[in-house]
């Protein structure tokens, strides 16, 4: 079964810095993206950083400049460097796998538990 561990959550005042983590392991032949999703309260959940291929990057235009996402391949793991954070980073972040299972032709997307995020003073 595959699973996705995140960590590196907490609360952190405005203008400082976390670094979130998240490891896929299970039967997955490859993977195509890895990435990062979060949800405040009261709000849909939004994409906020991917990385496909391994190499491509994407932001969203809310976190661009600030935050920087990065993997490595050979633990199936991506990071998400968030600099400078703002109380309105204050969310649940969701990791978020597209992954190829044994045996299928089908990627699959695959999610973590959930990790908060709490930007105050």
């Known amino acids: 079964q595959v699973q996705l561990v995140e960590s590196g959550g907490g609360l952190v005042q405005p203008g400082e810095s976390l670094r979130l983590s998240c490891a896929a392991s299970?039967?997955?032949?490859?993977?195509?993206?890895m990435g990062w999703y979060r949800q405040a309260p009261g709000k849909q959940r939004e994409q906020v950083a991917m990385l496909t291929s391994g190499t491509n990057t994407k932001y969203a235009d809310s976190v661009a400049g600030r935050f920087s996402i990065s993997g490595e391949n050979a633990k199936n793991t991506v990071y998400l460097r968030m600099n400078n954070l703002k109380p309105e980073d204050t969310a649940v972040y969701y990791c978020?796998?597209?992954?190829?299972?044994?045996?299928?032709?089908?990627?699959?997307?695959?999610w973590g538990q959930g990790t908060q995020v709490t930007v105050s003073t």
């Open positions: 299970g039967p997955l032949s490859s993977i195509y993206a």
């Open positions: 978020y796998v597209a992954g190829l299972p044994l045996n299928s032709e089908w990627y699959v997307d695959y």
